[in-house]
């Protein structure tokens, strides 16, 4: 596969992402597509939702995972958990192609066969009209960031339901564009700086660029880019969180690696910034498996190498009582 030209791929799924006149988002149906083997609950919403589990407890090696379970429950004043149901909606299209996804390549490339345009107003109603709606939704991807005006329109709705304070909202960010600032105000990205109301996360692909480009599909050169956004987020006052892949296809200068991988976290974002930083262990899904050869399986292997120098690093560089306090409690704003 030739490696995605992020630039022009980035405009072309936009333009099929959405319908901008009539605030309609193009959002997955899930019937018939290989994501829905491992759902673990039957798709909701009339098949444009889907229930996921967060669980704190991750792979072994990894590092707990409280994001967006700690985020959320403290916005809504609601007991710290290790287990939460969280609704979830995909939007239908994303620039990269990154071999680990746990969606359908067809489902990312905006198909109308496996796809509608919706309002948020009418995935509100299908929410509110299940059994048991949760308070906790997570626009996914897909690639949400494509569409900002998707999490704006949505996060407004809740407001004019008066929903803040029941429901926490939750996004995706690849940190590949700079749409949030090119298609909102600033006084539309001030609406979306509220902690009690949404979260964001921004997903570091890879430790250089070479796992980068490996993990993406696209030029090794925008590994720096992913600073640069995130950087960006974090002063617009969003409440952002980091992930982390940490596959690769060799394991060469690992340490050194990795070490500068962090170094740059912390002088070009924020030094508490790793503390809001999670890897992600990486494992196989249906969609998935066939995409996989011999150098993915090895990048399997690899990313317990690379977890072990991030776990090692952050006692080094952070105390115990900094390490343990709640996700949401580390400060990166001066």
């Known amino acids: 596969m030739a490696l995605i030209n992020t630039y022009e791929h980035s405009e072309q799924l936009r333009k099929k992402g959405f319908n901008k006149e009539n605030e309609q988002i193009l959002i997955t149906q899930f019937s018939g597509s290989a994501q829905s083997n491992d759902l673990t609950l039957p798709y909701n919403c009339s098949g444009y939702g889907r229930v996921h589990h967060f669980r704190r407890e991750s792979s072994a090696g990894f590092p707990e995972n409280s994001l967006p379970i700690d985020p959320a429950h ?37 198909n109308l066969k496996h796809a509608a345009y919706l309002t948020v107003e009418q995935l509100l109603d299908l929410y509110q009209a299940e059994e048991q709606p949760l308070p906790i939704i997570d626009l996914s991807g897909g690639q949400p960031d494509l569409i900002p005006e998707w999490i704006l329109w949505f996060t407004d709705a809740v407001r004019r339901r008066g929903l803040v304070g029941k429901v926490y909202v939750w996004s995706d960010d690849n940190l590949s564009n700079n749409y949030l600032w090119e298609h909102l105000s600033k006084e539309e990205i001030g609406r979306l700086a509220e902690p009690s109301l949404y979260g964001r996360v921004g997903c570091f692909k890879g430790f250089d660029p070479e796992s980068f480009s490996f993990n993406t599909n696209t030029y090794p050169e925008l590994f720096d880019q992913q600073f640069v956004i995130m950087k960006r987020l974090v002063e617009s006052r969003l409440d ?95």
């Open 240 to 334: 952002m969180y980091g992930y982390v892949t940490l596959t690769a296809q060799t394991a060469d200068s690992l340490q050194n690696k990795m070490i500068s991988f962090m170094d740059q976290i912390q002088e070009r974002i924020h030094p508490n910034f790793l503390l809001r930083t999670i890897p992600l262990p990486i494992k196989t899904f249906s969609p998935s498996i066939p995409r996989m050869a011999s150098l993915h399986h090895q990048a399997i292997s690899i990313q317990q190498e690379a977890v072990a120098v991030w776990n090692d690093e952050l006692q080094k560089r952070f105390t115990a009582e900094q390490r343990y306090k709640r996700v949401f409690e580390h400060m990166i704003w001066d």
């Open 74 to 110: 403290h916005a809504l004043q609601l007991p710290f958990e290790n287990l939460v149901r969280v609704q979830v909606f995909q939007n239908a299209v994303c620039s990269w192609r990154c071999w680990y996804c746990f969606v359908d390549y067809n489902l990312l490339s905006g």
